[in-house]
């Protein structure tokens, strides 16, 4: 089986999808060829069904794809996955359920009812939870700490009513780090204007608009004129999905806090998020509060937004995590506490990916970014650019960084392909390994899988002895290869999954071996811009191969060749 690559530069096509960016929708089925992904059955014309929405893989990123699943099959999906796999919990994370007639909004529910149910019975099956130990050593952090009285009374003491000095005690928060407020906040800092930004481009539907949008408010800011704002802070904000903080909290959660803040009913406003969208709920209670009233004007900056979202990733109790909201809050107008649960929910609902927002940073930097996954080093190349001479930003490797890997891209036809790649490409062996990006620093080895995690160690620590004598003259590089086992007898591939470490004690005839297809770094030198054509050169002049250990991936170039007859 081969596999084939353009002969241009590395494209960075893989799309990470973390469980925290799955995001969810529902209507009913237009014409009835959708399948569902569990049972495989068609969804009916007409028939309600729901989807996981994630980046579109067959058009480079540009927008989203829906995996469509009946309610019912997804739910019990929802029931057998695993504690840290991002599930519906609760009606608003589910786009159009507003638009369901009743009867479906109740259906829907009652699965998410008896999901919840099912998951807080099989988790109360395991082992019981030890004792919760003293937290006495608590106060000397930056989060709301109670005191050693109110840690000592014993869990039962919470049904009741607690004595009034531990109340008093428990709810100030005696070291929570207080967030600057700076009194002359420079204008494109501001995070009104920064809302105003977020519902230009949720207004517009195409994605070269919103990137436009994006382009000429960092040139020009929210007058027209010059931006006078933090670049990285703005665009590290308008990414709450990729650049991420993760912040242990849900929106019944949030709820539960917001409703205790503004000393609402709790019953009401969860009613209310059945409706939808969790930071809607909040500004519609914060409007009606009396104890804790909106300020009229907004005067928040993107640098105490910041500073707040980092307070809340780093508190896990709900004490702590009442008071950073409750400080939030009294800083904020609604329509700024509004968009702070967006943040949280890393959802702006401004239906624009990272490749969208980037590209208005600089045509480059999404590559860049998907490069070294570091916003910041790509923020600071594009106005070091624009500062100096213009010019492409490079698309560069960090060594001992994981560089998201190049896949295939999908093709409706050979013909597509060629078109796609006129001036011919490369077909290579598809192995049935394990894909492995190789990095050596000095004597140092990092190995990363396909979905840029540690490759387990009984899999590739030997390499260490071999990479030496494969590449003499290399001190840093990084490989792009695919590790499998050998039959040393034969020289054939044996098959995927013998890589384990039960498995392979089996094959006492076979070796565990690196074949090598491309270089994207060697001492110091960046080699991702570069056509393959001349990676792979430059990889027959630096490596040696060492048999059955390292060894060249097998390639075959391709020219296709396509006369049009008229008749």
Known sequence: MFSCVMAETYFCLIFVMSESTTKFACDYAKRGTAGCKKCKAKCEKGQLRIAKVVPNFFHDGEGEMKQWHHPKCLFEMFEKARATTKIIESTDEIEGFTDLTDEDKNMIKDLLKDVAEKRANKGSKTAPKKPAKSKSSAASTTIPAKSVKAESTPSTSKIGKPESPVKKESSSPVKLEKVKVESDVAEDNCFRNFRKLCEKIADHASYNDKSNIVSNWLKKGSRNTTFNGDTYLT????????????????SKQLVKLFSQIFMTSLTEMSDHLDQGDVADTVKVYFEKSKKLVPQKKSSVSLQEVDAYLEQMSKVTKEDDQQAVLTAVAKRSTANDLKFFVRLIKHDLRINAGAKHILQGLDSNAYEAFQASRDLRDVVDRVLAHRTGDAGKLEVRAQLMTPVLPMLAEACKSVQMAMRKCPEGMYAEIKYDGERVQLHKKGSEFQYFSRSLKPVLPHKVSHFKDYIPSAFPGGDNLILDAEVLLVDTKTGNPLPFGTLGVHKKAAFSDAKVCLYVFDCLYYNNENLMEKPIKERKKFLQRVMKEIPNRVMFSEQHSIVYYCVDIKV
């Open 235 to 250: 665009v590290k904000l308008l990414l709450p999905g990729f650049v991420k903080r993760v912040y242990n909290i849900n």
